[in-house]
């Protein structure tokens, strides 16, 4: 897999030269080319400037068209812009000039979930999961997590948010899911020992202080679900959550 060079440009390049009146320098190779383009092109990326983007992304291409992390950039741009067509083109192609690509594998397959095809996602998410190379399979297992869990498969959603938590026990998305699916399930002792795993090792959500005041609750623990219930309304006053909490209250109050 080709890695993005550490190459810090001022203005963009011309044809891979940069000339001056009085000087000029040796044109780049087009391998070098490619790269400084790449780098470039993912700097406005970050920058949110789309659609320049673009234009150099396409570039480092017409350098060296089998640039997987070109590809894989220009893709996520495309999206951005809304593009859904290209973008897939593009992720296709990056996974098939690099298929040993994890990072590749896990953003097609993300990318294919937000469109709803979980059966075409499910062996990227795998792909990049098991690759050996890959430094956070977590997040690639919880991820095909989710995306069952939208399709409505849940004991494979289950599956995956097991297995994420095999390779990283705190991991808060499979925890969160875990917890959310075992109240759903009404298995609230279940519940609430994931619950309990999430808030040891993750910084606090309205989402979870909500599941934990509703899981209390239904296990008749009235100090903790107030617990819960007051570090919703003291740490996220403004969320949803503490919204239907006070509609809660209020609408339970004599």
């Known amino acids: 897999m080709k890695k993005f060079a550490v190459i810090v440009l001022i203005g ?5 030269c940069i000339s001056t009146t009085t ?3 040796p044109a780049l190779n087009s391998e070098d080319a490619a790269i400084a383009n ?5 700097g406005y990326l970050g920058q949110g400037r789309t659609e320049l983007a673009v234009e150099i992304l396409e570039r480092a291409l017409s350098f060296d068209p089998r640039l997987a992390d070109a590809h894989s950039s220009l893709a996520v741009a495309y999206d951005q812009l809304g ?8 992720y296709r ?4 000039l690099e298929s040993d690509n994890p990072n590749a594998a896990n953003s097609y397959a993300v990318f294919l979930c937000r469109h709803d095809r979980w059966n075409n ?3 990227y998410f795998r792909r990049a999961a098991n690759n050996p190379s890959y430094m956070t399979p977590a997040a690639a297992l919880a991820n095909a997590g989710v995306c069952a869990r939208a399709a409505g498969e849940l004991e494979i959603a289950k599956r995956y948010f097991r297995d994420a938590l095999g390779k990283d026990p705190a991991y808060p998305d499979a925890l969160f899911h875990m917890t959310d699916l075992a109240y759903l399930d009404e298995n609230f002792l279940q519940a609430r020992a994931f619950m309990q795993r999430y808030l ?6 309205p989402e979870m202080y909500w599941l934990c005041f509703q899981i209390e609750q239904e296990l008749d623990s009235s100090a903790q679900a107030q617990s819960c219930a007051t570090r919703l309304r003291e740490q996220f006053p403004n969320s949803e959550q503490a919204s239907l ?3 809660l209250e209020r609408d339970e109050s004599p």
């Not at 593009?83 to 593009?90: G, M």
């Not at 192609?93 to 098939?96: H, N």
């Not at 040891?200 to 959500?205: C, E, F, L, T, W």
């Open 12 to 16: 963009l390049l011309c044809q891979g």
């Open 23 to 25: 000087s000029s320098v």
């Open 38 to 42: 790449l780098n470039l092109g993912v």
């Open 83 to 90: 593009l859904a067509d290209l973008a897939e083109d593009h």
């Open 93 to 96: 192609r990056a996974t098939q």
């Open 121 to 123: 996602a499910e062996r």
């Open 200 to 205: 040891a090792s993750a910084d606090a959500s």
């Open 245 to 247: 909490l006070f509609r």
